[in-house]
C-alpha cells in the first residue's frame, strides 16, 4: 500500500466502525497527550516549549507504537502563547512529570450581568486582567503583545506542520475534519469563566444572571460555529476518522433540571445538524454521562461516536444500540496491569463489540502522567491490533 | 514600537481598535474589521489559556 492508500484504509476502519459495518479490522486510536513526552525521555517544559522537540515526540510515538489515528499531536498545551505575556494556567512539574491546571474564575458572581451586557468588553478589560498581571496593572506594551501573536502563528505553524508529516510520511488520517465549531456557554462558563465552584454557585444563586450571561456567551461562541455547520456540505469528510468533536465537561455538576435546561438545548441542536448532515461526531463527555443517556437514544447509527472515559463500554452497548464506540482500554490496566492482561481485555473488547463494526480501541483518559501506562503493554496492544 | 503608545491598551474598545492598527499582522490594513476580528481571535485564546 503506498501512504494516501494507508491513510485512506485507516479512515475507512473508523468510518465503517462508527457505521456499524464491519471494518477490515477493528482501529485503534491514541489518546496520549503528555505521557509521550515522557516516552521519549523529555521533560515536559522541554518538549512544551520546544516545537521541534514535540515533533520528535510526536514522530516517535507513532513510530514505537504503530495506531491508526493519534488524536494529540501537542496542541493541548500551548503555554508559549500565554507566557508571552508572563503568565499561564498550567502549572508544570518536569520532578513528578505533571501538567495541572488551575481553575481560576475571570468573572465573579455579581459580574454575570457584566459579562451579559458586553462579552468583548468584560473579556478584553477584567478576563483578561485575571489572567495576566501586566494587563492587569497596565504594563502591558504592544511588544508584549505582539509577541504574543506570534508565538500563535509559530503555533499554528507547528500545527499545520506535524499535520502534514503525520499525514504524508505516517500515513495517518486526521482525527477530525475541519469543521465550524460551537462552543457551549455552559461548558465555557465551567472551563474558564466562571470555574468548577463558581458555576455550582450560580446554578442555585440568582439564576436570572446566570441565563443571561449564557444566552450573551452563546450567541458568540456557540452561534457563529452552529451556523457554519448549517452551511457545511451534507456527507461526511471520509478522509478523516470524524466529522466532529463534543467534548463536555459541565454535565458532571448538573442535575437533570439543570441539565435540560442549560445544556442539552445546544447539544441537541448541534446533534440535529449532524444527523441532517449525515456526518459523525466524537461526543467525550468526561466523567460519567450515563445519567444522560436516554437522550442519546433516538439518534440514527453513523451519528455518535461515544467515547466514555468512565462508564462501562458492554452497558454502553446494551443500553444504546444506535451509538458506536470509541474506547475500553482503561488507563489503569495499562499502568498496572501486564501485557498479556492487556491484550486479553483488547481481544475481548474487538469480539464482544466490535465483530459487527461500532467499536473503535482506544484509552478511557487522556493519558498524561508517567505510570498511567507501561511502554511494554502499550506495545503488547498495539501489536495485537495490527495483526488483528 | 512602544514608543508609538497612545492609549491604555488594557481598555476596550480604544485598546482593540490600537492594537488592530499598529500591530503586524498577516491582515491588510485596508480591511480594519477583519483586523480586529484578528487581534480579538487572540483575546480568546489568551483568555482560555
Redesign the interface.
Known sequence: MTNQELRQYRAKLFRDASNFVKPDRVPHMSFFVTWKILDAGYKLSEAMNDYDIMEKVVRRHQEEYGFDCILEMGARNAIRIPMALGACSYYINDEAGTVNFKDKAICEHDELTELAQDVKKFFWEKGMSRKYPMWADGTVTLTDVQKALDERTLFMEYMGRISKIMSEEYALPPYAAPKGYGYIALDFMFNTIRGIRGLSIDMRKDTGALEAALDAVNARYFRPGIEMLKKAPVGPDLNACFDYDLTLLCHTILNQKQFDKYLWPYMKETLDVLAEKKMTVRLFMEGSSKRFWDYLKDYPKGLIVMHPEQDDVFEIRKELPNVAILGGMPVSLLGTGTKEQCVERAKALCEELGKDGGFMLTQDKMVSFRNDAKPENVKAVCEYMRSL | ??N??KV??????E??E??AE?????VPIEDPEARKAY??G????????
Do not use: C, N, W
Not at chain 2, 491604555?8 to 474598545?13: A, C, G, L, Q
Not at chain 2, 499598529?22 to 498577516?26: A, G, I
Not at chain 2, 487572540?42 to 489559556?49: F, K, M, N, Y
Open positions: 514600537m512602544d508609538e503608545k491604555d491598551i488594557t481598555k476596550y474598545p485598546g482593540l490600537y492594537l499598529h500591530l503586524q499582522l498577516p487581534v480579538f487572540l483575546i480568546d485564546l489568551l483568555v482560555r489559556q
